[in-house]
């Protein structure tokens, strides 16, 4: 079967390039907006945020990559020994894969939702590494267990964290403020929206119900009433991150980051993704009947 969806394309494009290679998927560092920079590779972005008193960090990537984050620390003009605090999206490989690197090497605090705490642990194996031909080695102790509407300050920073469950049972959307972008801006991430946790067949072999999908389907609508001005993907497809790097490049009075409006339609084509995948499984089922 297959599920047409942009949000998966961190899984598509590690597929092309081979999961034994990731640093295929280099990107060069960049900075976004702000206090806000790219360190992240094409098969999953990893950010790091300049809060005046430490870089916080969200999301480390592959345990293959890690190198190309500290790389990028260090172009960017800062160092690892600046990172304090990482923060996860949610548990899958592709999101937690370098923290023991990162943690063992700087001593960061580690924060990741209370549901998806056992996938860093190792306890639950959901990680999704299996599935894209790997193993879940980098397990870890996460510091900070987050909960539904937890806010932290991280320096500079004030992130709030909102429990968006579908994608994995402990998905978070992250909420926080850019600074020295000349303005108030709000930048938003949303956790999760690849469908490949919430086909039929892998929710029913890992013991989970169908209603996720209906949980996943009430965080999209969720998190649709927030009021996002910067859309950061935690895929570079999710925001498309290349063509707005491509456009400023190309005129550099463009502000393509700032892009009100983005949010709510991602997290609208995510539903319609959603739709597709159940409209699929219905047509399926009716023929096989
Ligand atoms: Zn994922």
């Not at 949000?7 to 990107?27: C, H, K, N, S």
């Not at 260090?74 to 894969?97: A, E, N, T």
């Not at 968006?164 to 709000?186: C, I």
């Not at 169908?210 to 895929?235: C, K, P, W, Y």
Request: aromatic share 8%; charged share 20%.
């Amino acid at each position: 079967m297959s599920v047409r969806s942009d949000a998966l394309d961190g899984l598509t494009i590690l597929r092309e390039i081979g999961m034994e290679r990731p640093w295929l998927g280099y990107v060069e560092p960049v900075q976004i907006l702000g206090n806000l920079y790219f360190v992240g590779t094409s098969p999953a972005s990893s950010h790091i945020i300049d809060t005046g008193d430490g870089l916080l960090m969200i999301d480390t990537g592959l345990p293959q990559s890690c190198y190309l984050i500290l790389d990028g620390i260090y172009r960017l003009g800062f160092k690892p020994q600046d990172l304090r605090w990482i923060v996860h999206s949610h548990g899958h490989y592709d999101h937690i894969g370098s923290t023991r690197a990162l943690v063992e090497l700087t001593g960061a605090q580690t924060y990741i939702s209370r549901p998806d705490a056992p996938i860093a642990t190792g306890e639950q194996d959901l990680s999704w590494a299996t599935e894209i031909g790997a193993a879940f080695r980098e397990t870890f102790q996460p510091d900070v267990l987050i909960d539904d509407g937890d806010v932290f300050h991280f320096g500079n920073t004030t992130m709030t964290c909102l429990l968006t469950p579908g994608h994995s049972l402990g998905s978070l959307t992250l909420l926080w403020n850019v600074e020295g972008a000349g303005r108030s801006l709000t930048a938003g991430m949303y956790g999760g929206t690849g469908l490949n946790t919430l086909l039929a067949d892998w929710l029913t072999a890992h013991g989970f119900p169908l209603t996720l999908r209906d949980q996943f389907r009430e965080s999209l609508r969720r998190a649709a009433g927030l009021s996002v001005d910067v859309m950061i993907g935690n895929h570079i497809g999710h925001n498309h991150m290349l063509d707005k790097l491509a456009q400023r490049k190309a005129d550099p009075a463009a502000d393509p980051f700032v892009c009100p409006g983005e949010w709510q339609a991602f997290l609208a084509q995510a539903e319609a993704a959603l739709d597709g995948l159940l409209a699929e499984e219905r047509a399926e089922s009716a023929a096989r009947s």
